[in-house]
Structure formats: structure tokens, C-alpha cells
């Protein structure tokens, strides 16, 4: 490093707040700075802009702080000049500077900045704070969910938690409560919901949200939300048709069932979380889609054979296998057009698309798809030529985790991984997914450091959608609690989406 760089670094050296490693409870006050300086005070106001060109190089240039002051003595204003400038020093001054000064244009004075602890950011506030030693990974993010910030602190930042907590509170004005994680989330727990403690704030975990448009109200403390998942959401929905049918075995509190139903698509949602389930209606409500979007609290194995007689009924009833929706066009008062004509949309009697997003067990759910349509095969037969196009057997989004690949692995044999254990739990032949052109094995997003999260696309085939029940090991069986249970699956009470 040059002498001038070593002058410059030591220069803005002045500018970092005061340090205090001890500190545990906010100190505004102690946050609290004055800067002795160099100005140059301008004795005409009208040669301002003029000054401030001629003198770019020597001003002081530091975000959030304003080059342009006015004069402490009162009258003018004056522009702030870099630390290296000194007034009783002329060989400190630039030859612009000087020329300046023996025009009689400006004239170099004392300035004594102040800064307090509005002045410096988070991360500013924070190495004034913490040791050095921990320092190589402050904690900068956190999952923001409506007015609360959720912080998922490693252990070397425990004793500092509820300092960190003030700060970002005092530093992200839309906040209003930080909690931190206390426990990972129980893939066996039956709402997926996660333990935290309050560090700062207001108590109140009630949120709004908007994600797609639509507006959704929870107990954060109470539901899943992830708000990383946005594109996700809007991935999935942009792949459904309006009039289609969709089933949301775990739709939480509908981040994809109320946006498609704004879309025009009819979607039977459901979810074993009574709060979750008591937020997807409040949503469907909230957001004005009670005509496409249909709510259910069920477990999730109960729920996925029972969806298909839930749709046909409702689609074969004379008053409700359809909808009218008024012309969004109104006309003016003054207008004498007649009334918009209104526009019917039929309610099919089949699922286009079925979502399980519970990627910690939601493969433990493809038994349940067995015979899905066995007792109504006729459906998709060939002489149903009154349809306007042959109907085709839902495709089902999966979402799971898997490892990230690693350098000796390839992503094409992650894929063929997950595909193969889709395969075995719906006792297909190898290959009948991973080899099938519309299966699509969509990389979601990193979860933690060697995990991934994937979705899986793929057309439901036939000889699981059509199998007989009677088929060995592929009874029904009463679990009790009113449910029936798919006896060759996995028997977690379970249904939460993420």
C-alpha cells in the first residue's frame, strides 16, 4: 500500500462508529461522533454549483452525508472538504482549492461534523459490537413475514441475540417483532409449525401478506409460511388453465390454491391444520374467489381418494356444475347500452393437476393415488366424444427434498434418484417416470448446505390410476379418527404444506 492510500484508509477510519464489545442493551447515545474537518466556505451563494464542480475532487464524499452545509458561523453555506484537507495546512490544498481561495471565491475554515447512531447502518452498528473474531459472518438476513423479521441465529451469536434484535428494529422501520428459531422443523410434526422465542418487539405474530396478487392473514406462530417459495408458487400456477381442476392435498394457507383461483381455476384446497385451514378461507374470502376455490380440513390420505368424488359431485349437480360470472364492463349510468351479457364457465369433472407440497414426507402420500379412478375408468374411455378434447389422467406435482450432487454426481442422477423412489411407491415398472417425456424434475431452491428442494411433474399413469383395490397389499384400511389410512403407506398423521 502507497503512503497516499495508507493516508486515505486512516482518513475514513473517522468515519466508523465508536467501538464497544461489551455493550448488550442499545446505547443510542453511545453511537454519538463529531469529525473535526475542513470546509469551504463559498462567499457568493449564486457560485454554489459552480464551487461544487471545480472543487469534485476535494470534496468530501461519503453516502448519506450531505457535501453541502451550511456555514457554522452562520449567513453562507460551505462545502465539506476530505479528511486530508487542513485548514492551517496549504500543502494539503489541491491548486483548484488554491486558485479558489486567492480569487477570493471561498475561504477555508474549521467544520466540526457530527454523526449519531441514525448515521451508521446495521452492519456498521454491528462491528462496533461484536468481537473480531466472530465478525466473519455477521448476521445480515432474515426472513421477513409481514411485520416480523424471523432470525435463525448460528451459536456464536446467542449472547448478542437481543442486541442484534433492537438494532434491526431501529434500522427496518416496516418491522415490528424479530423471534429467532429455537428448533429445526419436526418433519414428523403434524403441523410443521416451529419453535421460537421473542427477542424484540411487539408479540403480535397476526401478519397480512401479499404474494401473487392476493392477500393473505395468519398466526405466523400458528401455520407454515415461506416467503423464499414466491416464484415457486408462481411458477406452478402459471402451468394451470382457467376452467381446469386442481387439487391441493396440503395447500397450507393457499399461496397456490387462492392465486389460481383469481387465475379462473377451480381448485378443491385442503389442509389438516385447523389454523392453516381457518386462514385458506378467510383467504378465499379476502381475495373473492368462493366460486373457484373450495376449502377442506382433512388429512391429507383421506383426503387425496375422496377428491375425486368430492369434484364429480359437485360437477354433476345441476346447480352447482357450473358458474356465471357478471361482465366485469359497467356500463355508465348515463348510458343506454343493455347490460353486459353475463359468461357461464362448466366445472369439470375430472382433476387436471393434483399438489403435494410437503417435500419432508409428501412421497410417503403416492400409495394413496392408487385406484384413484378405478370406479370411474369410464371417464377416460374413448366414448366419452362429447368432451371437447380427450380427457387425460391428472398430472401431480411433487415436492421433496434430495442431496445437492456433489462433484463426483451428476444433477441428471439426482433426478433419476428421485424419480426411481417415485417409481417403487407407486409399484410401477423402472423407468415408467424417470423415462416418460412430460416427466419434469424442477430444481427449486437450495434448503441447506448438501440438501436441495425439487418438484417433480409427471403424468399419473394408468395402471395406478385404474388398479383394483383388491390388488394384494392395496386394501383400504379404518385407521379410526374417522379416516381411512392407505395401508401400504407410511401411517404419519400428516398434511401440512410448507
Avoid at 149 to 172: C, D, S
Avoid at 175 to 202: C, H, W
Avoid at 243 to 265: H, I, L, Q, S, T
Avoid at 438 to 465: H, I, N, Q, Y
Wanted: hydrophobic share 35%; proline share 7%; with cysteine.
Amino acid at each position: 500500500m502507497n503512503s497516499t492510500s495508507s493516508v486515505e484508509t486512516t482518513a475514513m477510519a473517522l468515519f466508523r462508529p465508536p467501538i464497544n464489545r461489551a455493550m448488550r442493551v442499545l446505547d443510542k447515545s453511545f453511537f454519538t461522533k463529531e469529525i473535526p474537518l475542513s470546509a469551504a466556505r463559498v462567499f457568493d451563494d449564486r457560485f454554489i454549483t459552480k464551487c461544487r464542480t471545480d472543487l469534485a475532487r476535494d470534496m468530501l464524499k461519503l453516502e448519506r452525508i450531505s457535501s453541502v452545509r451550511f456555514d457554522p458561523e452562520g449567513g453562507k453555506k460551505c462545502l465539506l472538504l476530505r479528511p486530508e484537507v487542513m485548514v492551517d495546512d496549504r500543502a494539503t490544498w489541491s491548486p483548484t482549492l488554491k486558485e479558489l481561495v486567492e480569487a477570493e471565491k471561498v475561504g477555508v475554515i474549521p467544520y466540526m461534523l457530527k454523526l449519531d447512531y441514525d448515521y451508521w447502518t446495521y452492519h456498521d452498528i454491528m462491528t462496533a459490537i461484536l468481537p473480531e473474531e466472530d465478525q466473519d459472518e455477521i448476521p445480515v438476513g432474515f426472513t421477513q413475514v409481514g411485520h416480523i423479521a424471523h432470525l435463525n441465529l448460528r451459536p456464536p451469536y446467542e449472547p448478542y441475540k437481543h442486541l442484534l434484535a433492537q438494532i434491526l428494529l431501529t434500522k427496518n422501520p416496516q418491522l415490528r417483532t424479530v423471534i429467532n428459531k429455537t428448533s429445526t422443523i419436526n418433519p414428523d410434526s403434524t403441523f410443521r409449525t416451529f419453535s421460537y422465542e421473542l427477542l424484540a418487539g411487539d408479540p403480535d405474530l397476526n401478519v397480512e401478506m401479499k404474494s401473487s396478487d392476493c392477500i393473505f392473514h395468519f398466526d405466523y406462530s400458528k401455520v407454515y409460511w415461506n416467503s423464499r417459495l414466491n416464484t415457486e408458487h408462481r411458477r406452478l400456477v402459471e402451468l394451470f388453465k382457467a376452467g381446469e381442476a386442481v387439487c391441493d392435498v396440503m395447500a397450507g394457507v393457499g399461496p397456490f390454491a387462492v392465486p389460481a383461483g383469481r387465475k379462473g381455476v377451480f381448485v378443491w384446497a385442503n389442509d389438516l391444520n385447523p389454523e392453516s385451514f381457518a386462514s385458506l378461507s378467510d383467504a378465499v374470502t379476502r381475495n373473492k374467489v368462493t366460486q373457484f376455490v373450495h376449502p377442506h380440513n382433512e388429512d391429507a390420505r383421506t383426503f387425496i381418494p375422496n377428491s375425486v368424488n368430492y369434484l364429480l359431485k359437485t360437477a354433476t349437480n345441476p346447480f352447482t356444475s357450473s358458474i356465471t360470472l357478471a361482465s366485469k364492463i359497467k356500463p355508465s349510468r348515463s348510458s343506454l347500452q343493455p347490460p353486459q351479457p353475463t359468461t357461464t364457465i362448466p366445472l369439470p369433472d375430472t382433476f387436471s393437476h393434483y399438489i403435494l407440497n410437503l417435500p419432508a414426507s409428501s412421497l410417503t402420500f403416492l400409495p394413496c393415488f392408487a385406484g384413484l379412478y378405478a370406479a370411474h375408468k369410464h371417464l377416460f374411455s374413448q366414448s366419452q366424444s362429447s368432451c371437447q378434447r380427450p380427457r387425460s389422467l391428472p398430472k401431480i406435482h411433487i415436492h421433496t427434498f434430495a442431496p445437492k450432487p456433489s462433484l463426483d454426481s451428476s444433477a441428471a442422477s439426482t433426478e433419476k434418484s428421485i424419480c426411481t423412489e417415485i417409481e417403487l411407491l407407486l409399484r410401477v415398472e423402472p423407468g415408467r417416470i424417470w423415462g416418460d417425456v412430460e416427466t419434469v424434475v424442477w430444481d427449486v431452491r437450495d434448503v441447506a448446505p448438501g440438501k436441495r428442494m425439487f418438484c417433480v411433474s409427471f403424468r399419473l399413469p394408468e395402471e395406478v390410476a385404474f388398479r383394483i383395490a383388491e390388488e394384494e397389499g392395496e386394501k383400504e384400511e379404518d385407521k379410526g379418527e374417522g379416516g381411512k389410512i392407505c395401508a401400504f403407506g407410511s401411517t404419519t398423521r400428516t398434511g401440512s404444506s410448507i
